[in-house]
């Protein structure tokens, strides 16, 4: 038995910096790529650990100090957030860390005379997007271009050219490993039991639908997406936009594992599009039916406006044991949806939508982009009226970001946009969507800070409103009310164009 770590996969703690004040009712997760990385290097024989910083609480200081002690053979950051667009808002946090075990060891991966004390590299949608600027301007050793497990294993094996991996020491680079195909055999599953599952906990809105005592988890069920929204940049590590996908026996064995073992029933499923492939969905919905797992679960997922067209298929993820699925609708206006890609439907075919998915007892959580290229106040205004319309009981209103990795982060570099990571700006967590420093596109006649200030505007006019409340009311009862108001009582974000006007 190999005693000395192999393998260390750190989740850097970041959520004060994203989040704010709303850290508290924010979801902790369980690292989903760390899991996944972890069980693809344990079935290859190594020791592998995973320390997340953000479930246990930890400093800066305390995360450095912790991988010090462990002295892996390799620390790996595995920076992603809550969804794939959350990569790169995590990245100062992982590159904190670094900075801190340097200075602890007294270390310098610049100074071009070798490595630090411990290896360490970077993975994630930011990473694969930009690797070379990465590496040149942040402290890790490495960088990952790709999925990772590949990259990993390539490393621990001392491969002399790993696929995918970027070195500071030697200034080489090489092309990204082949994509993962058989998921089933070669990352069967996340590996939980190397996590304390107690830690992690819902969104405070997931939480209204099930048991509170339920403890999350995160289960993937494909990779990848088919479509080419403009602003998403979640194919930057897969190189395609080819889907993948886990076998529905294999994901319900994961559930019942979830369930058994942790006890475990809020679970989210972050496939981007989950509700895509409609026999792979019906599939899962029926062997957790036949368990009779339906009434215990409580489980969200992701959904397109145009994937939720079939009555029989939201019956079936009903009783399954779907309680809501995140719509992406972004905007009221079909000509600012046209200008990024995003689907092929009108308002009509929005609001049917709506209506279908809650008439199969599902609720929905509707998902709005302000500041798109082609908005306007006027457009603006009319997605926050749909947005009332619709009254969905969580509505997640995002300003505009040219996300790395995404084609409008290409289109805003041609056209001179100011972006976060230019000279000047807030830096990398400027992408965030709620931190102090968030930086969103302009659009062609929209400042930045007006994008920004009308997002923050709406979130408060949208949630405060009576008819929304009401509804909360007669929907979850009593708790969800006191939860939103006490959010409410929070006020609009602090921002530092706001905090700081001269």
């Not at 997007?129 to 790709?146: K, M, N, S």
């Not at 055999?185 to 048991?211: S, T």
Request: overall charge negative; glycine content about 8%.
């Amino acid at each position: 038995m190999n005693s000395r770590l192999d393998l260390l996969l750190v989740n850097a703690p970041s959520r004060e910096g994203v989040y704010q004040n709303l850290s508290p009712y924010t979801a902790i997760e369980p690292p989903v790529w760390a899991g996944l990385i972890a069980r693809y290097c344990l079935n290859r024989g190594f020791n592998v650990h995973i320390l997340d910083a953000e479930a246990e609480g930890l400093t800066v200081e305390q995360t450095a100090e912790r991988i010090i002690s462990l002295q892996p053979r390799l620390a790996t950051f595995c920076i992603y957030g809550h969804q794939p667009s959350a990569s790169t808002q995590c990245l100062p946090a992982a590159s904190a860390v670094v900075k801190e075990m340097l200075w602890r060891t007294a270390s310098d991966p610049f100074s071009g005379t070798g490595m630090s004390s411990i290896p360490t590299v970077a993975l994630g949608t930011h990473m694969s997007a930009l690797p070379e600027r990465t590496l040149r301007e942040e402290p890790f050793d490495y960088v990952c271009q790709g999925e990772g497990p590949r990259t990993i294993v390539g490393f621990l094996d001392r491969s002399p050219n790993p696929p995918g991996l970027w070195s500071k020491r030697s200034g080489a680079h090489n092309q990204p490993a082949p994509n993962i195909e058989d998921l089933d055999i070669e990352i069967p599953n996340q590996a939980w039991e190397l996590l304390d599952m107690k830690k992690y906990r819902p969104h405070h809105w997931h939480a209204w639908m099930g048991d509170p005592e339920g403890g999350y988890a995160s289960v993937q069920t494909s990779l990848n997406c088919v479509f080419s929204c403009a602003f998403c940049c979640i194919s930057a590590p897969f190189g395609d936009r080819k889907m993948r996908f886990w076998s529905p026996g294999n994901v319900f064995g994961q559930i019942i594992n979830l369930v058994h073992t942790y006890g475990i029933t809020n679970l989210k499923f972050p496939d981007e599009m989950f509700c895509l492939n409609r026999q792979h969905v019906k599939a899962i919905c029926n062997l957790l039916i036949e368990a009779d797992l339906g009434d215990q679960l409580n489980i969200w997922a992701y959904a397109r406006v145009d994937t939720v067209k079939d009555t029989e298929l939201l019956d079936l993820m009903r009783r399954a044991g779907f309680k809501d699925l995140g719509i992406g609708i972004e905007s009221a206006s079909k000509h600012v949806r046209d200008g990024v890609e995003k689907g092929r439907f009108g308002t009509e075919q929005i609001l049917e939508a709506v209506k279908r998915v809650n008439a199969a007892g599902i609720h929905v959580g509707a998902n709005f982009i302000f500041g798109l290229p082609d908005d306007t106040l006027e457009s603006m205004q009319e997605t926050l009226d749909l947005a009332c319309e619709i009254n969905a009981p969580y509505s997640n209103f995002y300003c505009a970001m040219a996300y790395p990795g995404s084609p409008l982060h290409r289109m805003a570099k041609e056209k001179g946009w100011r972006l976060p990571e230019d000279p000047g700006g807030p830096g990398w967590r400027g992408y965030s969507q709620h931190a102090y420093e968030t930086l969103p596109l302009p659009t062609e006649t929209l400042t930045a800070e007006q994008v920004l200030d009308f997002r923050d505007e709406a979130w408060v006019k949208y949630h405060q409103r009576p008819a929304y409340l009401h509804m909360l009311q007669n929907t979850f009862g009593p708790r969800a009310v006191e939860d939103m108001k006490t959010i409410l009582a929070h006020g609009k974000p602090k921002r530092k164009h706001r905090e700081e006007k001269i």
